[in-house]
């Protein structure tokens, strides 16, 4: 029974853990932080839900990225101007973010 106990909490402790380091975007003078299919993001820098939360900022209101955090995220399949793969992470089933899901 101890064992149980303690395998529940060290996988509580790991899903609290992740939900904190969920990468989030937002831009240094925006008020919100948004997913990486938000199309309000605009050219925001990825960071942490936590940094974000501490730096004041609140879940954009039209991706609502604290309900999407429990999606399965994949890293976009898409290319930058200069080749590289983007580096967004995207729910969508196209596996493409907002910025490369018509290319």
């Known amino acids: ?3 149980i106990l ?3 909490f060290v996988m509580m402790a790991g ?4 939900s904190k380091a969920q990468t ?8 919100k932080y948004h997913t990486a299919d938000c199309k309000l993001s605009g ?4 960071l942490t839900l936590a940094a974000a ?19 399965k995220m994949a890293q976009c ?5 200069d080749g590289t793969r983007c580096k967004r ?9 907002f910025q490369h899901k018509d290319s």
Do not use: N, Q, R, W
């Open 53 to 71: 939360k501490k730096a004041g900022k609140t879940a954009c209101a039209m991706c609502k990225p604290d309900e999407h955090l429990k999606d």
């Open 43 to 46: 050219d925001a820098d990825g």
């Open 1 to 3: 029974m101890k064992k």
């Open 15 to 18: 899903l609290a853990i992740k």
């Open 77 to 81: 399949s898409g290319k930058t101007k």
């Open 89 to 97: 992470m995207t729910a969508s089933k196209s596996g493409k973010c």
């Open 24 to 31: 989030v975007y937002a831009s240094p003078k925006g008020e």
């Open 6 to 8: 303690i395998i529940f």
